[in-house]
């Protein structure tokens, strides 16, 4: 069968695959649409396969909420120019709506759905054909449902999608002063990066772990080595609880108090008092891209030669 550009364009409309991708599952499949359409998803799995290996740590975060219910995602992509492409930033909007809807507990369940976009596909085959169109590896790195379980949640994005937050929070009465006390403290997680909402939530290991490397430091240095057992364990003391009020949400400094002392706790108890309630932080998410992941150095000029070459 001869091969229209009309059918390369139809196929092209359909998949979002190249035109002479296109052209070759047409021709392949002898012009049957829906033959090339599998032909285009079985090669864009060997191209996945074939991007794997490669270093997937730029991306965006996205945070969606619906009702009572939130999700925030992670997706990952190799360079930022891809991270910028609109196409790419419809697929994390996409993902986001399917995680804020999953019933997954962990990733392997959530690629085994079936796609919200397409029921016909799973969310990895979506994936793929996404790898396949784009030609960066790509990834579904995690994501993270919250309910809000009678409170309230509110979402900040920081960086057009660089970092995503999510807070929520006990608060008697969802008025417009609440609201804006929890999208300040949004911003503050997504400014500070707080590990924990309070001192009590930090596990005996960590403080433990941290105490021991704080003695190494000292043992290590002459100067504070030489000073009596009872001077290094205040030293110690002292920059355990230095350490905690920085990674600590309540115990940090408010980033908007005017006196540059006012703590978040104080902050919301402050607010507390305007609205004539309580507002509880009782959980937040905050995802940033690329977070801990080894990112690839870019030699453009090596880049370019190598092409040329």
């Not at 503050?188 to 433990?208: F, G, R, T």
Request: charged share 30%; aromatic share 4%; with cysteine.
């Amino acid at each position: 069968m001869a091969i229209t550009a009309a059918m390369v364009k139809d196929l092209r409309e359909k998949t979002g695959a190249g035109m002479m991708d296109c052209k070759k599952a047409l021709t392949e499949t002898d012009g049957n649409m829906d033959e090339a359409i599998e032909f285009l998803r079985k090669n864009g799995q060997m191209k996945a396969e074939k991007k794997a290996d490669r270093i997937a740590a730029e991306g965006l975060c996205d945070v969606i909420i619906d009702g009572d219910t939130a999700a925030v995602v992670e997706v990952n992509s190799e360079t930022d120019f891809v991270a910028k492409n609109d196409e790419f930033k419809k697929f994390v909007a996409s993902v986001a709506k399917q995680a804020v809807q999953t019933g997954a507990s962990d990733m392997d369940a959530f690629l085994g759905e079936a796609w919200i976009e397409d029921g016909g596909k799973t969310v990895k085959e979506a994936l793929v054909d996404k790898i396949a169109t784009i030609g960066e590896n790509l990834s579904i790195r995690r994501f993270k449902k919250v309910s809000a379980d009678g409170g309230a949640l509110v979402s900040y994005i920081h960086g057009g999608g660089r970092i995503a937050v999510l807070v929520k929070a006990e608060a008697d009465g969802s008025n417009a002063t609440v609201k804006e006390a929890l999208s300040n403290i949004a911003m503050q997680i997504a400014a500070l990066n707080p590990k924990y909402i309070a001192d009590s939530d930090i596990e005996q290991s960590y403080i433990d772990h941290e105490t021991e490397i704080i003695r190494a430091q000292i043992e290590n240095d002459p100067k504070e080595a030489a000073k009596p057992d009872k001077v290094k364990e205040g030293m110690i003391k002292g920059r355990i609880n230095k350490q905690m009020k920085e990674i600590c949400l309540l115990d940090q400094v408010y980033v908007k108090a005017e006196d540059g002392k006012q703590s978040v706790a104080k902050y919301l108890e402050a607010v507390g008092k305007e609205v004539g309630g309580n507002v509880k932080i009782t959980e937040f998410v905050r995802f940033e891209t690329g977070e801990g992941l080894e990112k690839k150095e870019e030699d453009f000029a090596a880049e370019v030669a190598k092409q040329i070459g």
